[in-house]
């Protein structure tokens, strides 16, 4: 069984990987196996992260550390945006715990893949990072790595 193997889903996730003036994806690897990515997309007046992901055996490692400061200084000034399904805590969690807040401004919305049952909607949530906590995130992230090469 494949699993998001619609050429709508298809088109959707490998338009992450296009590379623009507005957007950026980095890859994580180890011993050439894709393991982590990170995608940012400068929409004008903030930005959009989206597919983060880092292999489950290899978190907390650092190497989503290391990918979100590089979209982290991408963003350089402005808010970042993202939404997610309402029912990952620990992603919230991860994200709260970086700064990120649930924007209440924004609905909550459903989402479907066309892989999913009909009547299967997932429940989705939108978390944003102002602009003066991304600059101070960015910080903490970089003094961490220069602690680490002083290791």
């Not at 992260?49 to 402005?78: P, S, T």
């Not at 401004?105 to 906590?133: G, N, T």
Request: charged share 30%; aromatic share 12%; with cysteine.
């Amino acid at each position: 069984m494949e699993v998001f193997s619609t050429p709508d889903t298809q088109k959707y996730l490998s338009s992450n990987l296009k590379q623009s003036s507005s957007q950026r994806t980095w890859l994580a690897f180890s011993d050439s196996k894709l393991v982590g990515s990170i995608t940012i997309t400068d929409k004008g007046e903030e930005c959009e992260l989206r597919g983060f992901y880092v292999y489950v055996n290899l978190q907390r490692r650092g190497i989503g550390k290391k990918l979100l400061g590089y979209a982290l200084d991408f963003a350089k000034a402005k808010n970042i945006s993202l939404d997610l399904y309402a029912h990952n805590h620990k992603t919230i969690n991860l994200y709260k715990k970086c700064g990120f807040e649930i924007d209440k401004q924004k609905d909550v919305f459903y989402r479907h893949w066309p892989e999913w049952p009909e009547s299967l909607r997932a429940k989705c949530i939108y978390m944003k990072l102002e602009a003066d906590k991304v600059r101070e995130l960015l910080k903490k992230i970089r003094l961490n790595e220069a602690e680490n090469i002083r290791k």
